[in-house]
């Protein structure tokens, strides 16, 4: 029988002990002794959270796959573990063979949101290996961060010996070979991290040099050793038969976030939202074949168990064949019992009519994302929903018997007005006025509508990397027009609104758009004691405050500093498919409050058309 | 047609709450292509209840599960079927089908066996004789008073009812983790209206030997689980028939 890393003692008194023994249903079991590599896959959050990540579903499924590879898995130890793990001085241990990730021979950390590095600096100290790449030994996992805040891998360099930039299906395996290559060869640790900055995707910090200029801004990166590419560019998957999909994928004892099988049914998004981060990193959209998407979805219900299905993309509506991939689910699954949860698809009478079929219309709520409350505004972000598409949508909701609506908006969207932050609860209201409109007899009581704004952080490789964000008192402002402005509506009772804490946001913006020098105050703010900000019950501004004021960082330079056109940019030397000039176009285009036409209707010429694929070549033999 | 399923829980799994085991059956039923039936509504569940909802760190070799299905395989089939899905430390042990008028475990359970063993050294245990006899004097009390606190209240009970047997035994689990381990035996009342855990005993025989208990210091392991028929302490197993051929 398997020995835990944790004892009873421990397992029995900290929340959730199937956090930290492993052994779920398809989870992977091999004997370490009959494979060359050794590989750790961690997501630096809650395993609830993390279990939930397709991603690592991805990674863990292909990895395994290779008989000289085991791949196991890591988690946050929520913080009643932590304490005990350091005052016991336990190191960090993986979940299946409950061995310390410092035995591995690779630490993988997916990086999905700014607010986990304090995270990722805890699994480094919880598993003994030093912060810094640069005061690791010999003995050390090579630690290799990835997901999209690699984008921008700057303000966390320090804590990386590599990152992988792009799709994981691509690199990985000669990666692996490159490794065991080196290995065999005895190669020194700085030998094989220099013969892994050739390959392509590979960033290897250490091994670039950055110098500035006297207000701070970067005057050059440089590569300090010959042979590895000044440029990196993304990897990615354009045979999408190719995208990987977890077969039998890791199914927890409790509850995860998500708890249900996820079918990815495309890559990449046509929309070109310009404050989106993902729609400009993935491009371009890549729709899987829907065939090869019904036959997975069996299999992954068959191999799991799952009584619930959902799609996953940036935009299920703009996938070709939602319909027929949809009413297959439902003709197969719906009778066994099986939940299907659909993505929030644009509102139209196609997704009602599938709505209604799969759910209970009076507790469900309909949701849209303009996004910005006047038209204005949406221009500029280049959100193509206009105000008739909701009042249309909600309409025929109403009449088929929903009364749930959900909102979601952001404020300090650039160029932002009174009006426009205005426009948001004028929008909810004719909403509502749309509402009561139907008959008293025909309707069912009240309307329910919940307005949520979250804060504007302006992103890496997005049209709005430019700008400045707001302040946070700016934030708060915009946040009090719009809770005034709903308090003097006529429908307020039918309406409730949410808004967001500034301080994470503006951490938030600090860390997206930071550079190395980040790096300290992040090791400071550890030391501070910060841990899950991603948690509101953890986040601690003032202990952030310090930690910027105590290594002399300047929070306004990476927030609120109008950046010029040609600046060099922390994260200039990545190639992410989507050019410089496209985004500055995009960016000209948004001050001008002009709409770009999507993928499909038209090539805006953004560069990754160079990849020959996806939406680029449709019906373009 | 209704199924009791008898399963163990051993190692890890026993860090798996009641809930969360449900919900792992649930999926494992699918999994192994059980034929289950569902309630009917618009949130359709697998109609499924247990007998005695274990305790978290308590492994068991006496677990129940009633199900109802539309069809079957045989037993051995089943049997087969589930284990083949199950993960390590959970184990099918019975598959059988109930009359169709038979109640629900639930409402049955009376009696439970347990054994109760010391993690580490435990100077009880130093002479088993001597812990025989003292164990003799504890149940020749007239009455075992012991306080029993709730969420809510505290109240008096006195258990000597409810042991029907506490003696000193060996114990010897189906998964290798411990072989002729000098264990408690304790065979107590279980059920929805009095449910005497064996801790609760060991604890007041230690109240009464002047001895320290730690709960921590021992793992409990459910050995079987009875229900009360014309008299008799049965297992609930006993209550099913073995399924030849799929029906």
Known sequence: ?621 | MKIRIKFSKHGCMKFIGHLDIMRYFQKANIRAGIDIAYSEGFNPHQVMSFAAPLGVGITSDGEYMDIRVNSTRSTADSIKALNDVMVDGMEILEYKKLPDDSKKSMSVVALADYYMYPKDEDEMFTDITVLSNKIAKFMAQPTILVTKKTKKSEKEVDLKPHIHAFNVDFYNSRQEECLNQCAYFLSVTTGSEVNIRPELVVSAFYDFCNAEFKEEAFQIHRQEVYALENDKYIPLGSMGENIEAAE
């Open chain 1, 1 to 621: 029988m398997r020995k835990l890393a944790l004892s009873d003692d421990i397992l029995l008194k900290v929340d959730k002990p199937a956090r930290y023994i492993g052994n779920e249903v398809n989870s992977v079991k091999k004997n370490p002794a009959d494979v060359d590599i050794r590989f750790c896959m961690c997501f630096p959050d809650v395993y609830e959270i993390g279990m939930s990540h397709l991603g690592i579903q991805i990674l863990y499924d292909m990895f395994n796959k290779r008989p000289d590879v085991y791949c196991e898995r890591v988690y946050s130890p929520w913080p009643d573990l932590s304490v005990i793990m350091k005052e016991k001085k336990i190191p960090l241990f993986a979940l299946e063979t409950q061995d310390p990730i410092r035995d591995f021979d690779f630490l993988g950390i997916t990086i999905q949101y700014e607010m986990c590095y304090t995270n990722i600096i805890q699994v480094l100290d919880l598993s003994g290996i030093p912060l810094l790449a640069t005061e690791r030994t010999e003995e050390d996992p090579l630690v290799i961060g990835g997901g999209p805040c690699t984008y921008n891998p700057e303000p966390i360099a320090d804590f990386f010996d590599l990152f992988y930039i792009g799709e994981g299906e691509v690199v990985y395996d000669d990666l692996f070979d490159l490794y065991k290559e080196c290995k065999k060869n005895g190669l020194s640790r700085h030998e094989i991290l220099v013969k892994m900055a050739a390959l392509p995707g590979i960033y290897v910090p250490q091994l670039y040099d950055v110098t500035y200029n006297e207000d701070g801004t970067i005057a050059s990166f440089t590569p300090n050793v010959e042979g590895i590419p000044s440029r990196i560019e993304k990897a990615i998957v354009m045979d999408t038969s190719k995208i990987g999909y977890p077969a039998h994928p890791v199914v927890p004892f409790i509850k995860a976030t998500q708890d249900r099988v996820v079918l990815e049914i495309q890559r990449g998004c046509i929309r070109g939202c310009r404050f989106c981060q993902a729609g400009m990193l993935y491009r371009p959209t890549r729709p899987r074949d829907v065939n090869e998407l019904k036959a997975m979805a069996d299999e992954m219900l068959k191999s799991t168990g799952y009584d619930e299905i959902s799609l996953s993309s940036l935009s299920s509506s703009d996938y070709p064949d939602l319909k027929e991939l949809i009413e297959f689910l439902i003709e197969n699954y719906e009778k066994k019992g099986v939940n299907i949860s659909l993505p929030s698809l644009r509102i139209d009478a196609f997704s009602l009519d599938i709505m209604s079929k799969v759910q209970d219309i009076r507790k469900s709520s309909l949701t849209f994302a303009p996004e910005a409350g006047s038209q204005r505004m949406r221009n500029v972000i280049n959100k193509g929903l206009t105000e008739e598409n909701i009042l249309e949508g909600a309409g025929m909701a109403f009449e088929g018997g929903w009364q749930k609506v959900k909102l979601y908006f952001m404020l300090g969207l650039p160029t932002e007005t009174e009006e426009d932050i205005k426009g948001i609860p004028e929008l909810a209201e004719k909403i509502a006025r749309r509402y009561y409109e139907i008959p008293k007899d025909q309707r069912n009581g009240k309307c329910n509508i919940t307005i949520s704004t979250s804060f504007f952080v302006p992103k890496p490789f997005t049209p709005f990397q430019w700008v400045p964000m707001c302040t946070r008192e700016q934030f708060l402002e915009r946040a009090k027009l719009v809770n005034d402005t709903v308090k003097e509506q006529l429908n307020k009772k039918s309406m409730k609104y949410n808004w967001h804490h500034a301080d994470v946001t503006i951490l938030e913006g600090i860390l997206a758009r930071g550079d190395r020098k980040i790096a300290k105050a992040l090791l400071r703010a550890y030391e501070l004691g910060c841990v899950f900000d991603a948690w509101d019950e953890y986040f601690d501004v003032e202990k952030w405050n310090r930690a910027f004021r105590d290594t002399g960082i300047d929070e306004d330079f990476y927030t609120v500093r109008p950046r010029e056109k040609d600046e060099i940019f922390p994260w200039d030397f990545l190639d992410c498919g989507v050019s410089r000039e496209f985004l500055y176009r995009e960016y000209e285009r948004a001050q001008q409050e002009t709409v770009t036409p999507n993928c499909r209707m038209a090539c805006s010429g953004c560069g990754a058309l160079k990849y020959k694929g996806g939406v680029c070549v449709e019906n373009k033999n």
